[in-house]
């Protein structure tokens, strides 16, 4: 007798963890990305820093791909990855 293999369902995520994931994904983007962007234009202080024109333009291009490289080529971003969101 041949047994009936069913396919795996996997339970739905729930959304606080979606949504908590997207938030935490973004700020730590946002200052870790933003300070090694600051680093490296010399646009940090000691309050932290400030990235102005071109650097900034840099900044938020380095977020934009960390998501969507993250997301096609690793499986999901750290926060996704860590809080089981994907």
């Known amino acids: 007798m041949a047994e009936e293999q069913t396919p795996s369902r996997q ?3 729930s959304r606080w963890r979606i949504i908590l994931a997207a938030v935490l ?16 234009t010399g646009e940090t202080s ?4 400030q990235l102005n024109g071109m650097s900034a333009l840099v900044a938020f291009a380095l977020i934009v791909a960390y998501f969507w490289l993250c ?4 499986g999901g971003t750290i ?4 809080l089981k969101a994907r």
């Open 11 to 13: 339970a739905p995520v």
């Open 46 to 49: 000691s309050a932290g820093f």
């Open 71 to 74: 997301g096609k080529y690793l």
């Open 79 to 82: 926060w996704q990855r860590i």
């Open 25 to 40: 994904d973004f700020f730590t983007a946002f200052f870790v990305i933003g300070y090694l962007v600051g680093t490296v």
